[in-house]
């Protein structure tokens, strides 16, 4: 199993509406997809409170490969991304990295 760390620097406020777009949109088109979230995070205590966190669990590159492609390929998703974006961008930046644990990890 690997994990994919994906970190989105929003544009100033609108993490209210990355949110709203993961829990009502996006979630739904994952599953769609067969793409399982790991789980979502947002700062508590630290220097910024504008981004969201959140890892998906994949079997292999391969597997990472196959599905993020056809959800970014999704007309559904492209439809909604245009619609939660009428005002302009809600993401200013995206950071993500694929990470393999370690042998003493108890995430396998």
Not at 23 to 44: D, V
Not at 82 to 98: C, D, M, S
Request: with cysteine; glycine share 6%.
């Amino acid at each position: 199993m690997i994990h994919e760390l994906r970190i989105y620097e929003c544009v100033p406020g609108r993490l209210p509406d990355l949110n709203n777009r993961f829990s009502t949109i996006t979630l739904k088109l994952w599953e769609k997809h067969g793409i399982r979230q790991a789980g979502f995070w947002t700062t508590l205590i630290g220097e910024s409170n504008q981004i969201l966190y959140y890892m998906l669990a994949w079997e292999s590159l391969a597997e990472r490969e196959s599905k993020w492609g056809a959800f970014m390929a999704d007309p559904d998703w492209h439809a909604a991304r245009a619609k939660t974006e009428a005002n302009g961008p809600i993401v200013a930046k995206v950071t993500n990295y694929i990470l393999a644990p370690t042998a003493y990890s108890a995430v396998k």
